[in-house]
C-alpha cells in the first residue's frame, strides 16, 4: 500500500505538489491522472525518494522507499523508460539490476520473456524502439517480483497489440493483490485498465474515488430516445424548447429536457418509446469537466480578424 500524507514539494517560490493525501490500496488498478505540470511525476518521485519533500510523509507498506535494502524486490518503477545505457545489452541492463539486489539470474530471462524481449535480449538498447524501450523499461520494474508498481505512462510508443497486453498485465498485477498506481494521460485506457482514481490539479488533489462514481457525478444532459414515431417525437420536443439531434432513423439524441418530462409528453402525445436512456459521461469528459479550472497551459485565445 502507498500513503500520502500532506505531501507537500516547492522549488523555489513554485509549490509543485501542495498538501497531497491519498491512499493507493492492493488489488485494484489505481489511475493516477492530472494535466501537464499537475505534480504526477514530481509526486511519483517523491514516493521513491528521487525527490526530497519539502512537507509531508509517503510511504511504501508504512516505511519509506530508502529504507528497503533492495527496493526492487518491494516497489517496481518505470518513471522515464529511456533512462537505460544504451550500450548494454537489454539482458545486461536487468542483470546488472539483478545483483545488486539480490535477485537471481534466471529472473532476468524470465522478465524478459514476460515483456516479449526473450529474442531481443542481446541487442543493445541504444537500437530499441520507442515502444521495445518501453518494454524493457517495464521489464525493469517488474525485475524483482515487487508488491507495488508505480508506472509513469507506461503504454508510450506501444502499438495496439503492446496496449492491449499491458492492460492485461496490469489488471492481473492488481488480481494477485499488488498494489499498482499509474499515470497516464489516455482517457480511453484508463477506462477499460482502473478501477480507481486520483486526480490531482496544480499539486492538488481534485478527486479520490472509484470510476464508476467519478463518471456518474457528471450529468450531460443527453437523453437517448428511440421510437417508432421518432419524427412526430421530435416536432413535440421541439416544440417544448429541447434540443433535438438524429444520427440514425428512429432514435433522437434530446438535449434540454430529462427523461421524465420526455416520457410524459410521448404518453400525452400517445406516441411509444422502445427506450429512454440518460446519456453516460464518458471518462474523457467527466475528466475534461473536473480540470477544466486546474490547467497550467493553455493555448492563446485567438483573436477576432
Do not use: C
Not at 509526486?43 to 519539502?54: A, E, F, K, N, S
Not at 546488472?96 to 514476460?114: F, N, Q, S, W, Y
Request: without cysteine.
Amino acid at each position: 500500500m502507498i500513503e500520502i500524507n500532506g505531501l507537500t514539494k516547492r522549488y523555489g517560490p513554485k509549490t509543485a505538489v501542495r498538501e497531497l493525501s491519498f491512499t493507493v490500496r492492493p488489488g485494484q488498478v489505481t489511475g493516477f491522472l492530472g494535466p501537464n505540470g499537475a505534480g504526477k511525476s514530481t509526486t511519483m518521485r517523491m514516493i521513491v525518494g528521487l525527490d526530497r519533500p519539502t512537507g509531508g510523509t509517503a510511504t511504501v507498506d508504512g516505511r519509506d522507499y530508502a529504507a528497503y535494502g533492495a527496493p526492487l524486490r518491494k516497489v517496481g518503477v518505470l518513471l522515464e523508460a529511456r533512462s537505460v545505457h544504451r550500450g548494454r545489452t537489454a539482458r545486461n541492463h536487468l542483470l546488472a539490476l539483478a545483483r545488486t539486489h539480490g535477485i537471481p539470474a534466471g529472473r532476468v530471462d524470465e522478465t524478459l520473456g514476460m515483456v516479449g524481449l526473450g529474442e531481443a535480449s542481446r541487442r543493445r538498447a541504444g537500437s530499441f524502439s520507442l515502444g521495445m524501450g518501453q518494454r524493457l523499461g517495464i521489464a525493469a520494474a517488474l525485475i524483482g517480483d515487487p508488491d507495488v508498481i508505480i508506472l509513469d505512462e507506461p503504454v508510450n510508443g506501444l502499438d495496439p497489440d503492446g496496449v492491449l497486453w499491458i492492460r492485461t498485465l496490469l489488471k492481473d498485477l492488481a488480481g494477485q493483490g499488488r498494489t499498482v498506481l499509474v499515470s497516464s494521460h489516455l482517457m480511453s485506457e484508463m477506462a477499460v485498465t482502473a478501477e480507481h482514481l486520483v486526480i490531482i490539479g496544480r499539486g492538488r488533489l481534485l478527486a479520490d474515488t472509484t470510476v464508476e462514481e467519478f463518471i456518474a457525478r457528471v450529468d450531460t444532459g443527453t437523453v437517448i430516445v428511440r421510437s417508432p414515431r421518432a419524427g412526430d417525437l421530435h416536432d413535440l420536443l421541439i416544440g417544448r424548447g429541447a434540443t433535438v439531434a438524429s444520427a440514425e432513423r428512429g432514435v433522437l439524441q434530446v438535449h434540454g429536457l430529462p427523461a421524465e418530462r420526455i416520457s410524459a409528453l410521448a404518453a400525452a402525445g400517445g406516441i411509444a418509446l422502445h427506450e429512454l436512456t440518460p446519456k453516460r459521461a464518458s471518462l474523457e469528459e467527466a475528466y475534461m469537466e473536473l480540470t477544466r479550472d486546474a490547467l497550467e497551459y493553455r493555448p492563446a485565445e485567438r483573436s477576432a480578424a
